[in-house]
């Protein structure tokens, strides 16, 4: 099937480079690298998956003649990234795929077979604000685990219930939850309990491709999520992205727990500042990468400490309450932390004995909860 379209070259670029991220291309299964292009009306589609998510754009597109070809991911994203022309001109000449610009010419070789047209999308559940939701989302995906091996650990869990949607990961030493405003799509807009959501959302994402997302849908007005037959999918104007529901169950019973703080001091301290410290305080934590947190009466103090590397020590104005208490950490968990917070003060509730320590915004928004597990002893010791 011919296919002869024009569009502004950066827009494609843009997608072509959004799709090669979203799906990156595995050596290990090449017969899944092609970009399915199809051409009709007034747009361009483009399909993708990499055997188990998927993702399906839609641009605005003069087509000039109807039809559909498969392209390599990553030759269409590469080659479109080095065009600087305003316009670019798709074109099938059998077997290849030319990109045309004024005074130049590429020819891409189709790829066959097609992959599926577009991945069955799971019905409409409900609605999110799309700033909120993605800034919610990066923060709690990057708690999420990288061991595959514990599949259960690498998703973000979304769960929608009472208008309200919840965001929850853990790697098992750190917890990120957050929640923001939820509209249920028509068909679930009964009230459902907080222990079961039949109609609602219960999915467990994989933490990767959120992450991704959350850079795409960031402008939109609204993200819509789906559900059902194992599989979530997110959705805003231009784009569908899919995946599989990771089979599993988290402990909600336990969690619940972890989140539910009981302070034995806290310390309210602008979360830049005490970025700037704990960075400046991991260049002498040594190969264990952890500082020290020594909380006392108006002051927080960030302390590194190595016998071959040396030692720092940094004291910063906090609004301090409770017990003076000292906790040690992975720099790199308290970094992780307080991105979410920059710009604005933090507060660290510090639990009694290893219990987690709780980073919250003063304020209610953003409705975040961070948590990190302190060491065991001062690793300087």
Same mark, same amino acid.
């Given at each position: 099937?011919?296919l002869?379209?024009?569009?502004p070259t950066a827009?494609?670029a843009?997608a072509?480079?959004?799709?090669?991220?979203?799906?990156?291309v595995?050596?290990?299964?090449?017969?899944?690298?092609?970009?399915?292009?199809?051409g009709?009306?007034?747009?361009?589609e483009?399909?993708a998956?990499?055997?188990?998510?998927?993702?399906?754009?839609?641009?605005?597109?003069?087509?000039?003649?109807d039809?559909?070809?498969?392209l390599?991911?990553r030759?269409?994203?590469?080659t479109?990234?080095?065009?600087?022309?305003p316009?670019?001109r798709?074109?099938?000449?059998?077997?290849?795929?030319?990109?045309r610009?004024?005074?130049?010419r590429?020819?891409?070789?189709?790829?066959?077979? #097609? +992959?599926?047209? @577009? =991945?069955?999308? !799971?019905? /409409?559940?409900?609605?999110?604000?799309?700033? %909120?939701?993605a &800034? $919610?989302?990066?923060?709690?995906?990057?708690?999420a685990?990288?061991e595959?091996?514990?599949?259960?650990?690498?998703?973000?869990?979304?769960r929608?219930?009472?208008?309200r949607?919840?965001?929850?990961?853990?790697?098992?030493f750190?917890l990120?939850?957050?929640?923001?405003p939820?509209q249920?799509?028509?068909?679930?807009?009964?009230?459902?309990?907080?222990?079961?959501?039949?109609?609602?959302?219960?999915?467990?994402?994989?933490?990767?491709?959120?992450?991704?997302?959350?850079?795409?849908?960031?402008?939109?007005?609204?993200?819509t999520?789906?559900?059902?037959?194992?599989r979530c999918?997110l959705?805003?104007?231009?784009?569908?992205?899919? #995946? +599989?529901?990771? @089979? =599993?169950?988290? !402990?909600d /019973?336990?969690?619940?727990?972890?989140?539910? %703080?009981?302070? &034995? $001091?806290?310390?309210?301290?602008d979360a830049?500042?005490?970025?700037?410290?704990v960075r400046?305080?991991?260049?002498?934590?040594?190969?264990?990468?952890?500082?020290s947190?020594?909380?006392?009466?108006?002051?927080?103090?960030?302390?590194?400490?190595?016998?071959q590397?040396g030692?720092?020590?940094?004291?910063l104005?906090a609004?301090?309450?409770?017990?003076?208490?000292?906790?040690?950490y992975?720099?790199?968990?308290?970094?992780?932390?307080?991105?979410?917070?920059?710009g604005?003060?933090?507060?660290?509730?510090?639990?009694?004995?290893?219990?987690?320590?709780?980073f919250?915004?003063?304020?209610?928004?953003?409705?975040?909860?961070?948590?990190?597990?302190?060491?065991?002893?001062?690793?300087?010791?």
């Amino acid at each position: 099937m011919s296919l002869d379209l024009s569009l502004p070259t950066a827009l494609l670029a843009d997608a072509a480079a959004r799709l090669l991220r979203l799906l990156p291309v595995r050596a290990i299964r090449p017969g899944l690298a092609g970009v399915l292009l199809r051409g009709a009306g007034n747009r361009l589609e483009l399909h993708a998956t990499d055997g188990e998510a998927a993702a399906s754009v839609t641009l605005p597109a003069l087509v000039h003649t109807d039809g559909e070809a498969v392209l390599s991911r990553r030759a269409l994203a590469d080659t479109l990234a080095h065009l600087d022309a305003p316009q670019l001109r798709v074109v099938v000449k059998g077997s290849r795929v030319a990109l045309r610009t004024p005074g130049a010419r590429f020819a891409l070789p189709r790829l066959e077979p #097609a +992959p599926a047209a @577009a =991945a069955d999308v !799971p019905p /409409a559940l409900g609605t999110v604000p799309g700033a %909120a939701f993605a &800034a $919610a989302a990066a923060a709690v995906a990057a708690a999420a685990s990288r061991e595959e091996a514990l599949p259960l650990f690498t998703g973000v869990r979304l769960r929608s219930a009472d208008g309200r949607l919840s965001l929850l990961a853990t790697d098992r030493f750190r917890l990120a939850a957050a929640e923001l405003p939820w509209q249920p799509a028509p068909a679930a807009t009964r009230p459902v309990p907080a222990e079961a959501v039949p109609g609602g959302l219960d999915v467990l994402v994989p933490a990767t491709l959120l992450a991704e997302v959350t850079r795409l849908c960031a402008t939109a007005d609204t993200v819509t999520l789906h559900g059902g037959d194992g599989r979530c999918a997110l959705s805003w104007p231009g784009w569908t992205v899919t #995946a +599989p529901s990771l @089979a =599993a169950g988290f !402990p909600d /019973a336990q969690l619940r727990r972890l989140l539910e %703080a009981e302070p &034995a $001091a806290e310390a309210v301290v602008d979360a830049d500042e005490l970025t700037q410290a704990v960075r400046r305080a991991a260049l002498y934590a040594g190969p264990t990468g952890a500082v020290s947190l020594d909380l006392a009466d108006g002051q927080l103090r960030v302390q590194g400490r190595d016998a071959q590397a040396g030692e720092s020590e940094e004291t910063l104005k906090a609004d301090t309450s409770g017990d003076w208490l000292t906790r040690h950490y992975q720099s790199r968990f308290l970094l992780d932390a307080l991105r979410p917070f920059a710009g604005g003060p933090v507060r660290l509730s510090l639990q009694p004995a290893l219990r987690p320590t709780v980073f919250t915004a003063p304020t209610p928004a953003p409705d975040l909860r961070y948590l990190v597990v302190p060491l065991r002893r001062d690793p300087a010791s």
